[in-house]
């Protein structure tokens, strides 16, 4: 099968399971770094990463920060990733907010 | 049953399904309208909403959310809300992200 | 606003975060307990509970096993759901399994 | 980095968008065959499958059940995974539901 291989726009979160402690800011700034080296476009939000790249880069990223815990000594991880893959048009992360925020002018008009 | 019901974080993405084209931006700035009027704390990200406010609130909110697309002519919505409710100290969604770079600033010292 | 409220599907997960193991199985047995109890329609899947019945019970539900963990003891919680609502036909669980195994079928003849 | 792999329990999603009706059970149908011929070990349930395999044959599978729908001339996809990897001890989707089911019959002795 072959097919386009366009830019999607994904999120992702990585939540460590048995830690000591409810905090889990050593995790998430190990995995943000991570994020930096690799690369791919990426954003911290408080609820996880928004990543933006192909398909393929985004799911070997995903591989790597998933490791990150384990390599911090945790036992178990839990990700999600949700993607959004558009191909009737170009679609980037600003273009999604842009679109969204010309409606709401119009509307106000 | 009594528990504190303090400040939790939210992420909420709400999907129409059956719309005659992928663009959803109409579906999404009326989402935004109705999260802009309901008063609790929101922010808009390329892939759904953060939402900062009591769970009560919060739940509130969802229901009156999801129900949009419908209101709008759409006849299947799928909603994901994912929610982080700590109760050892006062999380925001800005507290969180500012710790976070607080990490990664001293490892880079 | 006045609405129908139909039933719908919806999925649930409920994780303690910053327990001391990774077996989660004592707070997932509790969550179950609670659930039975509440009268709505549900199935443990190895991946979270799928629920039936009308919008407001699964948010009254949610409300209710989301405090679970912290009535164990746990100081933070994440809970993840997912609400199919469908409004041209009455879905049930049951429904979206056999539609799917119909079309298996017929494409096997 | 080498780290062991082990056996990953995860749930999939795949939604598309854009469709003329709400009904999805052609894609969903599609999808399932598709899982069946990859050899991963896996479940259909209401709300997606629970897929079982190490994580790169996860990933794997993900990757190509996510392009299904386009190749049924869907032009947008929205993919949802949770991957819940222990590594502590082998952990199976079975002995999930089985250690659940333990406990809530030790509490009714």
Known sequence: MRYVSPMVIASLTVTPVGTETPSLSRYV??????LDESGVKHTLTPMGSVLEGSLDEILQVVRKVHEIPFSQGVLRVSTRLTIDDRRDKEA???????????????EMD
């Open 29 to 34: 700034a190990e995995c943000a770094r991570v």
């Open 92 to 106: 980037t992360a600003q273009g999604k907010l842009d679109s969204v925020e010309k409606r709401l002018k119009k």
